[in-house]
């Protein structure tokens, strides 16, 4: 779904996408947006052939519901959707978009709660936040058997190799320091 592509840089603001447009990546995410840019981005980003996912829970001015998911997928049509809610990424796999489930681990609740989801859903892919903890990375792999992509709190070269090595197929990063790394 990646292509191979070890860092899927995140932009969170129209100057970084900008810049990502002109760079060598295909994969690119949409962070913070704002409902009447997004549409707009997203064309930009089909114009310069980048398979854009858009993060559907952070768009401003945009509620967090089925009607939005709808909206978001029937209208400004990114590549992929990211979401930590089901009904968006249900809505996203209905219409035919690569679906990211963004699953935070803040406790042993919260990823069972996260596996849960990920059974109904069937999600193509997970981003695991924080992805520095090698260990709870290779766990989530083996219960889900999905490709996950390590995001939240990547600060250096050796936290992306560390997740890598732990068996993410990726690394999402809005640093733009990571972006030109070689992994």
Known sequence: MLDGQKVVPAANSMK????????????????????????????????????????ADLIQGLKNDQAAAEFICQTIRPYGLISTRGTTLEMGKKRGL????????LDS????????????IKPDMV??????????????????????IAGGMIRTRQDAE?????????ISTSRKELWDVRL
């Open 16 to 55: 970084n996408f900008e810049a990502l447009l002109r760079s060598k990546f295909t994969h690119l995410i949409i962070l913070d947006s704002h409902l009447s840019l997004i549409g707009t981005m997203v064309r930009m980003g089909k114009q310069a052939k980048k398979k854009v996912f858009i993060h």
């Open 98 to 105: 690569v679906t990211i489930q963004r699953l935070f681990l």
């Open 109 to 120: 609740r919260s990823l069972e709660v996260g596996c849960r989801l990920h059974e109904q």
């Open 127 to 148: 981003e695991l936040l924080p992805g520095v903890v090698p260990e709870l990375i290779q766990e989530v792999i083996g219960r889900l058997g999905s490709p996950v």
């Open 162 to 170: 560390a997740a890598l090595s732990a068996g993410a197929s990726a």
